[in-house]
């Protein structure tokens, strides 16, 4: 069977859109109506008229379009597409964390799941985090959570009092600080750029820092002609769709038996299963009406606040 036709004619029968992250394989991202992250993705998806919104993508990023999209149906291919970061932060001890840290302004990464997106003030992305922390009043205590890497870099870049929550993602902590620079030492040329996930060490030797979108705008707009890659993979498939002249190294993992350091999570989508998923209307991302519209609060105070800001 032809699942990608089989797809586009769902798709039109259903008014359903399908979103992929940029960490989904080529195949996938090309036959998506649109391409991003995770927030983006869902505000996107947000202001179509579409009725179904299937997410190649993991669970937190589905819960996200629920969130903006309350009465949509939600699909995720794979429900046990989980996220090893948000994984690492959960209800009860976060609740403990709060409890143990009285005063603070709770701001959460995007990349948490829904009950954690719940009991914070304020969510941000890894595009707007120091921007966002900035335009608190500067003597506001604040606790981040669920990246302690992401936390770190914007501690530093932003001198607040802030307590870190200690999650990291399992791909973005992975690269070796050594391989990346045995790979400068054979492209000298080459320009370094890492996303905030990763280790202080990695992030140390980079030419530029910052989200997947940024990281993407950032091969776009610069004069070189080598980068090494330090996030997931499946980046680079837009990289060179858009900069077909250049080349894009992925950084690579500590273990050196792999060549490629792609999030295993993610990798559990498959146009199969898109199709599968299209066709039953399942694996459906259901939600308690009360936490939906408590993790949406706090999604619209970062609204508000770039709005303020100018973002
Ligand atoms: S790459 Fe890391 S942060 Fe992203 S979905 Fe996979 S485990 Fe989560």
């Known amino acids: 069977m032809d699942y990608v036709e089989e797809i586009r004619k769902m798709k039109l029968q259903k008014n359903a859109i399908i979103l992929a992250h940029y960490y989904q394989v080529g195949e996938i991202q090309d036959l998506a109506d649109f391409v991003g992250d995770s927030l983006a993705l869902s505000q996107k998806a947000a202001s179509t008229d579409a009725e179904i919104i299937l997410f190649a993508g993991v669970r937190f990023m589905a819960e996200t379009a629920k969130i903006l999209s309350p009465h949509k149906k939600v699909l995720l291919p794979d429900i046990e597409a989980g996220c090893s970061l948000a994984d690492s932060c959960s209800e009860e001890d976060f609740r403990k964390f709060i409890k143990d840290n009285p005063g603070r302004t709770v701001v959460t ?3 948490t799941n829904i009950e954690i997106k719940a009991l914070s003030d304020i969510i941000c992305t890894s595009s707007n985090a120091s921007e966002i922390i900035r335009s608190l009043p500067p003597d506001e205590k604040i606790l981040f959570a669920p990246d302690r890497n992401l936390g770190n870099y914007i501690l530093n870049k932003t001198g607040r ?8 993602c ?46 993407l705008r950032f091969t776009e707009n610069d004069a070189g002609r080598v980068f090494i ?26 273990d050196s038996t792999c060549g490629c350091s ?23 991302i259901l939600i308690d009406e009360k936490i939906l ?8 105070r970062m609204m508000e606040l770039s709005r303020k800001i100018g973002l």
């Open 109 to 111: 990464y995007i990349n």
């Open 161 to 168: 009092d802030m307590v870190i929550w200690n999650g990291t």
């Open 170 to 215: 399992h791909i973005h902590e992975e690269f070796s600080l050594e391989a990346i620079l045995q790979l400068k030492s054979e492209h000298p040329e080459a320009k370094v750029i890492v996303h905030p996930e990763c280790e202080l060490p990695v992030r140390m030797v980079a030419d530029y820092i910052g989200s997947t979108a940024g990281m």
């Open 229 to 254: 890659v330090a996030t997931e993979a499946g980046i680079i498939h837009q990289m060179k769709k858009i900069n077909p002249e250049k080349e894009f190294i992925p950084a690579p993992p500590r």
């Open 262 to 284: 792609e999030c295993n999570f993610m990798k559990l989508v498959t146009v199969e299963k898109i199709f599968r998923c299209l066709r039953d209307e399942e694996p459906e």
């Open 293 to 300: 519209e408590q993790a949406g609060k706090p999604i619209g």
